[in-house]
């Protein structure tokens, strides 16, 4: 395998730089007050108000009435996470941070411009991005597609924003692969739903940057609760990256997001996320691929914040010869849990999955891989290899294994793997003998450990999961 | 399932009273797993109301007699009887606890179950056997044969060994009912300091049956638990075997083979619940599914906080032969210390061509070379227990299950 010395170079040099920034970096808070708020709680006249304020379609406003009711009706899982901590009351549903949205970055209102700056989201956009959308609370406060992509057909925008530009083409994607009625948590979504992006790339358009969207939470006990959906029409490419942060509070926030994605024969989209929530946020997103015949789906995931995660992104493998990835790392820091996995379907022959989960818990952190493997009656010769690793760090860690996988087809082949461990005695020795202290030689197992996911992130993402890992760990004093 | 406090009054009123009482509110207790509410806690093997019904209400209960005190003990249909006679108690649960009190009190009763069927028959059983080896006791061998042609049968055993012996068990519970029928038993067994125990276990009842077995060892320090288990009949099964290793050191080592063929559903459940220091736990279960069957492998590795410097491994692999079947597998790791190793792994898909062409290459015919691939890879599990009943009934039953795969 041919090694990039040029971006390990760079890589280690962005370490550097940021080794002295520390995590509540992100965990900062600014003084921007919504300019509308629904105010707390959540009836009927919440989400007709928020459909009104958006001057939405009346099919979208009768969806989400219809989501209100599902929502209502559907009890609070109770076999994961203990999550009597949503203050479902206390809530804020949606928070509109300024009057206008738009595509030129002066005209972003100061104290949200700044705090993206913070961030890194304009130099990000410049350096790396074919496009970019930044969303504040509930809404998109800024969106940029550059000029060649646009040219070529892609649309890339707020949701909101294309309910109202091409509402025939959100109609025919929206809650269709991740319909309200599959959780409690994506019906909510359903009735609330403000912001997240709608990225259409045409038929034959490879987009060779990335495009990302970057999700600030900035109010206290809020909820944000964007929809992306994601269409790589036949034979596109596209790579699109989400980044998360919330400062932290005494209170707690809620996030449950929808992303839908598409991928069509032929095309091929990766999904890169790196959720980095404060550890006063509940996370509990929905997101589901449906893969067509001849295309490919990645997902690579870093949930790395949050107080409660549960995510399981799921790739449903509808024609022939589809494929997915998933490549998932966890870090369960002091006092929470991350309830985390991935699902794969498959639906149709000659189909092949792999997913690839490995979780650190540091403290008391609790980390739980929950998958679930399916094989249908008809996807012949389909393959899937599903391979979960836990490291633990301290002795009060714990980890906790859990998939599921149904076999329906004799000609199918599978195989599931797991691990737990932690840094062992003789690894340490073998790396102290050759002249590295203890800090650094648990810091090089640590980052070995997740070699094969953290060699799949772009390399921005991947400097700042490794910074934010040395930080969560170097608070033990185990890791310099 | 509504008269049941009544039931009990009546007809379970013995020492167990207290015992049965607490087990069946634990029973309520637990509800019917949906598979909606979570895929990883759904109830695999579906048991209708009218089966629980059968197994509460056992019109033909009677208690259980002494065909032969010297040679074997009858416990309503099951036969045991032994090589060695030194000190060893054998009767059925009732005399026992009469003889025992305070050992049924203290340790016994203390141990209650898991699982909603197992709940159940901890609190419907008849009767059963009941073994105490006392300590220092060698070579001792056990042999227990069930069959019962019965529609109903509730059936609660304990085996409890002493420090320092060796105990060879081999249970065969048979059937020929030509009617439904429901079997439900427990098998706890009591594992002393330092003892060993091989428990070699076959199941082969007729296709009319429900059976419902839950075998579960409580091991002291450095005690070692081998099991052998082989099920094969029964229209619904759910074989739950599971170690509780409280001592220091203790060992837990378990080789499985299910076949299903025809409807058969099979959950198979081998589990570790690791408390001692230093304990070691592997689990390996092996299964071939044809026909219209369904066979679930689940099992856990539990490692407690306490328990540090421990092992755990879990291995599943079924071979899926045809159209109609599938096979589920649902390995666990729950680990809450970190100065532990522990490993799952599990695999599922057809005989492999590539084994198949090496095989016809060397002028096999195909029919014989799916034979023998299937008997390797099945009768691995059991050779190791020695025992001539188990590995002769896994070849016969790889065969018949390609026989009828061919057809």
């Known amino acids: 395998m041919e090694i990039d010395f040029k971006r390990d170079e760079e890589m280690e040099k962005l370490v550097q730089d940021l080794k002295s920034v520390k995590r509540s970096e992100f965990e900062f808070h600014d003084a921007n007050k919504p300019v509308y708020s629904t105010g707390k709680g959540l009836t009927r006249e919440t989400v007709e108000e928020i459909s009104e304020i958006k001057k939405e379609p009346d099919w979208m406003r009768r969806l989400r009435l219809k989501a209100l009711e599902i929502f209502m009706s559907k009890p609070v899982p109770t076999w994961g996470p203990d999550l009597s901590g949503i203050d479902w009351e206390n809530t804020s549903y949606y928070n509109r941070p300024g009057e206008s949205k738009t595509n030129n970055w002066e005209e972003v209102p100061d104290e949200i411009k700044e705090t993206f700056q913070k961030l890194g989201v304009p130099e990000m956009e410049q350096k790396f991005l074919a496009g970019s959308v930044a969303q504040y609370d509930s809404e998109g406060v800024y969106h940029n597609l550059k000029k060649v992509w646009e040219d070529k057909g892609v649309v890339f925008m707020d949701l909101d924003s294309a309910v109202q530009k091409y509402p025939d083409l959100v109609k025919d994607y929206y809650c269709r692969a991740v319909p309200v009625t599959d959780n409690k948590f994506a019906a909510l979504n359903g009735a609330v739903w403000s912001g997240g992006s709608f990225l259409y790339v045409p038929k034959g358009v490879q987009i060779d940057m990335p ?3 970057y999700f600030r939470m900035n109010g206290e006990a809020t909820g944000q609760f964007e929809h992306t959906i994601v269409v790589a029409d036949e034979g596109s490419k596209v790579h699109y990256i989400e980044g998360c942060t919330a400062p932290r509070y005494d209170k707690n926030s809620l996030h449950s997001a929808i992303v839908e994605i598409y991928v069509k024969r032929n095309a091929k989209a990766r999904y890169t996320s790196v959720q980095n929530w404060s550890k006063s946020v509940y996370n509990m997103p929905t997101k589901r691929a449906w893969v067509d015949e001849n295309a490919q789906m990645e997902w690579v995931g870093g949930s790395l914040g949050s107080k409660i995660t549960m995510l399981y992104p799921s790739s449903y493998l509808r024609g022939p010869y589809a494929s997915a990835s998933n490549l998932n790392i966890a870090l369960a820091g002091a006092g929470t849990f991350k309830d985390t996995g991935a699902k794969a379907l498959h639906l149709a022959p000659h189909t092949t999955s792999r997913i690839v989960a490995k979780s650190i818990s540091i403290e008391d ?52 793997e797991a691990s737990v461990g932690r840094i062992g005695t003789e690894e340490l020795t073998y790396l102290r003998s050759r002249g590295l202290s203890e800090d650094e030689a648990s810091s090089m197992i640590v980052l070995g450990f997740l070699d094969d996911v953290m060699k799949e992130i772009p390399m921005e993402f991947a400097v700042e999961m490794n910074r934010l890992i040395k930080l969560e760990m170097g608070k033990l004093g185990a890791v310099g | 399932m509504e008269q049941i406090s009544e039931t009990l009054k009546t007809k379970f009123n013995d020492a167990a009273y207290d015992y049965r009482v607490n087990v069946f509110r634990s029973f309520l207790q637990s509800p019917v797993r949906d598979y909606k509410e979570s895929p990883t806690t759904k109830e695999y093997v579906d048991l209708t109301g009218e089966e629980l019904d059968t197994l509460l209400y056992n019109d033909d209960f009677t208690s259980g007699s002494f065909s032969d005190p010297d040679a074997h003990i009858t416990v309503l249909d099951s036969t045991v009887s032994w090589k060695e006679t030194a000190g060893i108690r054998i009767s059925d649960m009732k005399t026992a606890m009469e003889e025992f009190p305070d050992l049924f009190g203290q340790t016994i009763f203390k141990v209650t179950g898991n699982d909603r069927s197992e709940y ?15 300590e220092n006791t060698r070579n001792v061998r056990l042999v227990i044969s069930e069959k019962s042609e019965r529609k109903s049968l509730s059936l609660k055993s304990v085996i409890v060994v002493g420090d320092d012996c060796t105990v060879d068990i ?18 706890y067994i009591f ?13 082969q009842k007729s296709r009319e049956v429900v059976d419902l077995t839950f075998i579960k060892s409580v091991l002291e320090d450095y005690a070692e638990f081998k099991i052998f288990h082989v ?27 299910s076949f299903t063929d025809g409807s058969q559903a099979m959950d198979i459940r081998d589990s570790s619940f690791q408390l001692g220091k230093g304990t070691y736990a592997d689990i390996q279960v092996r299964g071939a599914v044809s026909g219209n069957s369904v066979t679930m492998h689940r099992g856990n590795i539990d490692i407690e906080e306490e328990s540090i410097q421990s092992n755990g491994f879990y291995d599943s692999k079924i071979l899926l032969l045809s159209e109609g079947g599938y096979a589920n597998s649902k390995p666990g790791l729950i680990i809450k210390n970190n100065n532990t190793k522990s490993k799952h792994g599990s695999a599922i898909s057809n005989i492999d061509e590539d084994q198949i062409l090496y095989l016809r290459s060397r002028g096999i015919d195909r029919e014989t070379a799916e034979s023998m691939i299937m008997d390797g890879f099945l009768s691995v599990s059991v050779e190791k227990s020695g025992n001539k009943l188990l590995m002769e009934k896994v070849h016969e039953f790889a065969e018949a299950v390609i026989a009828n795969d061919r057809q």
């Open chain 1, 365 to 416: 952190g609790k980390a739980i891989y929950r998958g679930l493997l399916r094989m249908n009656k008809g996807a012949v010769h389909s393959k899937s290899k599903v391979q979960c690793d836990a490291l633990l760090i301290n002795d009060e860690s714990s980890s906790f294994t859990y998939p599921h996988d149904e076999i329906y087809e004799p000609t199918a082949t599978f195989s599931h």
């Open chain 2, 231 to 257: 099920n094969s009949g029964g229209s619904k099964v759910i074989f739950a075997n599971e170690s509780i290793m409280n001592g220091e050191g203790s060992d837990f080592r378990t080789q499985g083979v």
């Open chain 2, 170 to 187: 081999t249970e065969k519970c048979l059937s020929d009912a030509s009617e439904k029928a429901v079997h439900g038993k427990t098998v």
């Open chain 2, 191 to 203: 594992i002393g300091k330092r003892s060993k125990v091989n428990f070699n276990y076959l199941q």
């Open chain 2, 120 to 134: 159940l028959i901890n609190a419907t059983w008849e009767n059963g056997y009941f073994v105490n080896v006392p």
């Open chain 1, 211 to 213: 495009l990302q969207t």
